[in-house]
């Protein structure tokens, strides 16, 4: 199985709204990444965990808080959102953070609306 | 930091030409590349990879990379363009070999015309 899969594919939330973005993957990865890309844009990134550990989080805002539940799982949960936090975001795996095993598997993302 | 240039924002071929999407990196040590390839409302699939193992880089659908320090280059070629190669492409860098961020470029689109 060489597939990053995520869930839901698509999600409009209000700003009041608390919802979870899921990620999953079989590949026996330890390292796993958020990233978000607004439209026109490359990605840009988030989180990573490193061996199920927060590794590196790029001055996110506490309304994106991340959660590594086990190897294979990774969670974005939301809270209060904004409506300039719309955008598609990326889950990735990689075999490592480190070195040459940094080349990372992307899923399909979850485009995120939030009126 | 490191980062990448990708010289074009869009790329217009016809069907069987020749496909060069450039990129220019900068970085103080030996980098790490890639090419992505997204195509609409879908993820990110790598192409290819440079990791120093050799400069010429062959990757799927045809298309390879040629790692040249001298010119701090990493062209994406492709002989010849067929319409499902429609997509956007996106270099990028990692940031050191120990801290696992990709910083990428800003992006090509390539349109293929029949």
């Known amino acids: 199985d060489t597939e990053v899969t995520q869930t839901p594919k698509h999600l409009v939330m209000g700003m009041t709204n608390k919802k979870s973005l899921k990620c999953e993957q079989h590949?026996?990865?330890?390292?796993m990444y958020w990233y978000k890309q607004k439209a026109k844009k490359p990605p840009e990134l988030m989180f990573v965990y490193s061996y199920e550990k927060l590794s590196i989080n790029e001055s996110v805002p506490s309304r994106f808080s991340p959660e590594c539940p086990n190897s294979s799982l990774l969670n974005l949960h939301l809270h209060a959102l904004q409506p300039e936090d719309s955008a598609l975001y990326l889950c990735a795996s990689s075999q490592d953070q480190r070195g040459s095993y940094n080349e990372q598997f992307f899923g399909p993302g979850t485009r995120l609306t939030v009126l | 930091a490191q980062s990448v240039t990708q010289l074009g924002s869009h790329v217009s071929v016809s069907e069987g030409a020749l496909v060069l999407l450039r990129c220019n990196y900068s970085s103080s040590v030996p980098p790490y590349l890639f090419w992505y390839v997204q195509y609409p409302n879908q993820g990110l699939q790598l192409l290819l990879k440079?990791?120093?193992?050799?400069?010429l880089v062959k990757g799927i659908n045809g298309f390879e990379a040629e790692f040249k320090k001298s010119e701090t280059s990493f062209h994406l070629t492709k002989p010849s363009a067929h319409m499902s190669d429609a997509a956007e492409y996106f270099c990028a860098v990692s940031d050191s070999p120990s801290y696992g961020k990709l910083t990428f470029g800003q992006g090509t689109i390539l349109t293929v015309h029949p």
């Open positions: 590949m026996g990865h330890r390292a």
């Open positions: 440079y990791t120093s193992a050799a400069t």
